[in-house]
């Protein structure tokens, strides 16, 4: 079984890849996302690439899926119906939360609601304290009582989150068994099989929202199954998890909290890929598709990786408004800005991208499925920057005219301006928002941008990587070949891997080092065993060792890597240079006479990355190119806006498939393939390198 299959479903398409391990070569395939039945449009879509491409089913080796679905469960509010056990005295943590403001000037906020309402929420009598030691013991006859209470209520789904129960399970694994008892068939999640480590309202949110959304990715994740099995193909399904490894159904069915960043990780594993081949040290991803944007810095070949992350804002773009997710995460910033993203003019009179989406249905005005609101698609087609009869390689027609309508009755006409100055004035306005949210999200990590290229791939990221690349003074922009597909490409790049976490509070100058090197031990043994159960030999297995760590007195830590190997007090001085030197990058300075502590100790386990790198060429569809081995770079030239000319000038348009390694010419440009389309301003120089990338040099 020679190939390797990608799917990655967006808010608006499903993007998938095949590659021939055989011959190297790959396809891209791209179809509207079915928002009501996602695994129907995936189906359809693999059905139809594995047919383009000539691929058997019979021959597909593994499926590697990353989605959506968990974070729109959580997003909308469409989970199952969730109560939350807890110990007595505590039924209200979830909802007070930290008890800060997000927005400390505006009176009207909305407090993230927690996904388990108060009714739900009930007390178990109880008590460990903070060593693990038990000062109560379970009230079993109380416990029976609570349960017996919530089946009456029907709940689904069921989350216990103890107190201090990350440092003894014990207690947990005994409600967990009493409920199935209680509840037949119910989804149970407890805290410290979830997030095993201390703040007590992160785990509790975490431990809710995994169990939350169980139910329905596992009713999805056994339809997908059937499907695969139906269409004949025998691989493996692989789930991309947020942390950029991939892990088998049983495991993801179990964890579905690690899946919520599923899809935007692989675009970032992809773009990581990428920098490593080409030898570039710092890399910022820019990945711009249908509904939303995302970035993420690049350095060294690895993408930054955090441990939190919100989801579900009440405002999109206010930090703390959010319900908290404590899982690993590959840090992104994500604007609400997409080819999709809604166009209008607000009651200030402002000109006003976002975040709301035309998604993939209606979708935009100019798709001609019902949607009336003009997006950032409507005004790219405007500007002359997509050619209405190429979309999607000619298989979507485009109606410019019902965009010029749309733009001009929500835009133009309410700011006194005509359609193309409308239409620039969203293109721009969308750049300016995504540029600015990366350079905040740089400045953050302590990141200079100006020192990073600019990786450009999704459906819409190559339009709009000139004027963003421009804003943020980046050196030269990359486009990948198969660029709206990138995302299915990452996803092939990910190996089997698993996180684990251990609270362990120890300053280091007097540190238990015994205790230390138990919890790695013990975090070692069980990612080796799940990787044994996935086929990974011992000889493949990788680690990687983290600990969370600060200065004695301070309230966060910093990450910082820890040798492998037995740790004692001669390890010392290569964990306090490894904290030092992640402090002083984020801080610039030191303090002296301090004590450090680390408070978390964590490990990846992974196993080996794929053989065969998702690298090989694209192949165009059989609708691109047909006849003719070699056809001429130029297709042809259209009118197209560039505010550096005043206005539309002639720009050329070359045919991405025929562009061979070492081509060159200068902007204005434009460079079509099916799934995407490259716009490069005036005095852009490009030229295709041996991986053919088309790299684009900014003008002095």
Not at 181 to 200: D, L, N, W
Not at 216 to 233: P, Q, T
Not at 324 to 342: D, H, K, M, T
Not at 443 to 449: A, K, S, T, V
Request: charged share 25%; proline share 7%; aromatic share 6%.
């Amino acid at each position: 079984m020679p190939a390797r299959l990608g799917v990655d479903i967006g808010g608006t398409f499903t993007d998938l890849v095949v590659i021939d391990e055989a011959t190297g070569t790959a396809r891209v395939g791209k179809v509207l996302t079915t928002p009501k039945d996602p695994a129907h449009g995936v189906e359809e879509g693999i059905r139809a690439l594995l047919d383009d491409a000539g691929v058997r089913p019979d021959e597909v080796r593994a499926v590697v899926h990353g989605t959506t679905l968990a974070t729109n469960a959580l997003i909308e509010k469409k989970g199952a119906k969730t109560a939350l056990l807890t110990t007595e005295g505590f039924r209200d943590a979830l909802e007070i939360g930290r008890e800060g403001r997000y927005d400390m000037y505006d009176l009207f906020i909305d407090p993230p609601s927690p996904l388990v309402p108060r009714h739900l929420r009930r007390e178990v009598p109880e008590r460990l304290l903070a060593d693990g030691s038990i000062a109560r013991a379970i009230d079993e006859v109380a416990a029976r009582r609570v349960l017996a209470e919530l089946a009456q209520d029907g709940v689904e789904a069921l989350a216990i989150c103890l107190l201090h129960a990350y440092v003894n399970p014990a207690h947990e694994a005994r409600l967990v068994a009493l409920a199935h008892e209680a509840i037949p068939g119910v989804f149970v999640s407890c805290s410290s099989e979830v997030v095993p480590e201390i703040r007590e309202y992160e785990r509790a949110s975490t431990t809710c929202a995994n169990v939350y959304v169980a139910p329905l990715m596992a009713r999805y994740l056994e339809d997908l199954e059937r499907r695969l099995a139906g269409l004949g193909i025998p691989g493996q399904l692989y789930i991309m998890q947020s942390s950029g490894g991939i892990a088998v159904p049983p495991l993801a069915r179990r964890l579905p909290v690690r899946l919520i960043e599923s899809g935007p990780a692989a675009g970032a594993l992809a773009a990581a890929q990428a920098a490593g081949q080409r030898r570039e040290p710092k890399l910022l991803s820019f990945d711009m598709g249908g509904t939303t944007a995302k970035a993420c810095v690049i350095d060294d070949g690895v993408p930054l990786v955090g441990r939190e992350f919100e989801v579900a804002r009440a405002d999109r773009f206010k930090k703390g408004s959010g319900l908290p997710i404590r899982v690993p995460v590959i840090e992104l910033i994500e604007i609400g800005a997409g080819g999709g993203s809604i166009a209008r003019v607000d009651r200030m009179g402002l000109l006003k991208v976002g975040p709301d989406s035309a998604g993939a249905d209606p979708g935009p005005a100019c798709y001609n499925l019902g949607g009336r609101f003009p997006t950032v698609t409507d005004a790219d087609l405007l500007l002359g920057y997509l050619d209405a009869e190429f979309f999607l390689g000619g298989r979507m027609r485009l109606d410019r005219e019902a965009a010029r309508r749309s733009v001009e009755e929500h835009v133009a006409r309410p700011l006194g301006l005509d359609v193309t100055g409308a239409a620039w004035g969203i293109h721009r306005l969308v750049n300016e928002n995504m540029a600015a949210a990366a350079r905040i999200h740089g400045i953050e990590r302590g990141r200079d941008l100006r020192q990073y290229p600019l990786f450009a791939f999704g459906g819409a990221g190559p339009v709009h990587c000139w004027q963003v690349a421009k804003i943020l003074k980046v050196p030269r922009i990359l486009i990948p070949f198969g660029a709206g597909a990138m995302s299915a490409y990452g996803l092939l790049a990910a190996p089997l891997a698993f996180d684990f976490v251990r609270t362990g509070q120890e300053r280091l100058d007097r540190a238990d080092w015994p205790a230390i090197n138990r919890r790695f031990a013990e975090m070692e043994e069980e990612g080796r065993a799940l990787l044994a159960r996935a086929g990974v030999a011992p000889t493949d297995v990788g680690l990687a060792r983290i600990a969370e760590m600060r200065y004695a007195g301070q309230g966060h830590e910093v990450e910082c890597r820890v040798p492998l190997g037995a740790l004692s007090t001669e390890s010392l001085p290569a964990i306090t240079a490894s904290f030092e030197s992640a402090y002083r990058a984020l801080y610039h300075r030191l303090p002296q006479g301090v004590p450090i502590e680390a408070l978390n100790w964590r490990l990846t386990v992974s196993g080996p990355k794929p053989t065969s790198e998702p690298t090989g060429r694209p192949e165009p569809g059989r609708d691109v190119g047909a006849g003719s081995a070699r056809p001429a770079p130029l297709k042809a030239t259209r009118m197209a806006y560039f505010a550096e000319t005043g206005g539309f000038v002639e720009t050329p348009v070359y045919d991405r498939y025929a562009l061979r390694p070492g081509a060159g010419f200068t902007g204005p440009a434009i460079v079509e393939e099916r799934e995407s389309t490259a716009v490069v301003g005036p005095g852009g120089r490009c030229r295709v390198d041996d991986g053919l990338a088309l790299i684009v040099g900014m003008p002095s």
